[in-house]
């Protein structure tokens, strides 16, 4: 099948209930799309409709921010369960779909379809359990933490930590994670000691201490400054690990063992790094306007 051009104002977001909100992703696909055009092409399911997103979400809301008239586009005509599977399907190389995003196709193929879940499973081409698993996480999450996902306020790591209380507790929980602005680890921190608490006065006192409860798990952190606040301690931390590992990578990248490396290996392991390229570049010129502003 040839891509062909369809206009952007005759797309629409059909599978938006599937995909979480990530404005820093659009604005990443945004810049890749002004500076190299569109690369990949939209996969686009018609039907009397019109025409809705299947794969592309983050190149659609890139181009209308650009003004892009037209999309270099997929077209396919299949029902719902086939194109809730094709999401899953044109997402599973560069798993860009979370096991959150994951579930929710998987519940609307039990819940809006009437598929059991082997028949689901044979229709994803996955294992019983992974679906059980996906399933489970979407049932067991409270509905508000489910709201907050979608609208951005956590991410799928917090997500992953809330599902692990019972669900009476969840509510209370993500109002100190998003009161106390916690990253996914202070989260798992919290939730821990939760987990561990003996009787509802320790629960009350890591709700309403959450901060000294995570200072003090984190007490023998290296990378923790006491003179810097949970956000300072949180710059420091990114940038003496993102360092690290920069070092790390360009090292091994250098190494006579990388130039002696198989064709095979190489072909598996190096063409990858390309897709560095454009968040690299990204995270640069954040660092430059962040450090301008500072000089000013």
Not at 19 to 40: C, D, I, N, W, Y
Not at 44 to 61: A, F, N, S, V
Request: aromatic content about 4%.
């Amino acid at each position: 099948m040839e891509p062909r051009m369809v206009k952007t104002q005759e797309i629409r977001e059909w599978a938006s209930e599937f995909r979480l909100v990530q404005p820093e992703a659009v604005r990443g696909m945004e810049l890749s799309m002004r500076s190299t055009g569109q690369l990949q092409p939209l996969i686009l399911l018609k039907d009397d409709d019109g025409y809705h997103i299947i794969d592309g979400t983050k190149r659609y809301r890139a181009a209308l921010e650009i003004g892009l008239e037209g999309l270099q586009s997929l077209v396919f005509e299949v029902d719902m369960v086939m194109a809730k599977a094709m999401i899953l399907h044109y997402n599973r190389s560069n798993s860009s779909l979370s096991m959150y995003e994951q579930g929710l196709i998987v519940r609307s193929l039990v819940h809006d379809h009437g598929m059991g879940q082997r028949e689901v499973a044979r229709a994803l081409r996955q294992s019983h359990s992974w679906v059980c698993r996906r399933l489970s996480l979407i049932e067991r999450l409270l509905p508000e933490v489910q709201d907050a996902l979608r609208m951005g306020e956590i991410t799928v790591s917090h997500g992953r930590e809330l599902v692990k209380l019972p669900r009476g507790n969840q509510g209370q929980a993500l109002s100190v994670v998003i009161g106390e602005s916690l990253t996914s680890r202070e989260c798992a921190i919290v939730v821990e000691k939760l987990l561990k608490a003996k009787g509802a006065q320790e629960a009350g006192y890591i709700y309403t201490h959450s901060r000294e409860v995570v200072r003090g798990a984190l007490g023998g952190d290296k990378l923790h400054d006491e003179r810097l606040s949970d956000h300072g301690n949180r710059l420091l931390k990114a940038r003496e690990l993102l360092r690290l590992q920069v070092n790390i990578l360009g090292g091994a990248l250098q190494s006579e063992h990388t130039r002696q490396l198989p064709a095979d290996q190489k072909a598996m392991v190096l063409p990858p790094l390309d897709s560095l390229v454009a968040p690299m570049g990204r995270l640069t010129e954040i660092i430059h306007q962040t450090l301008q502003s500072y000089e000013r």
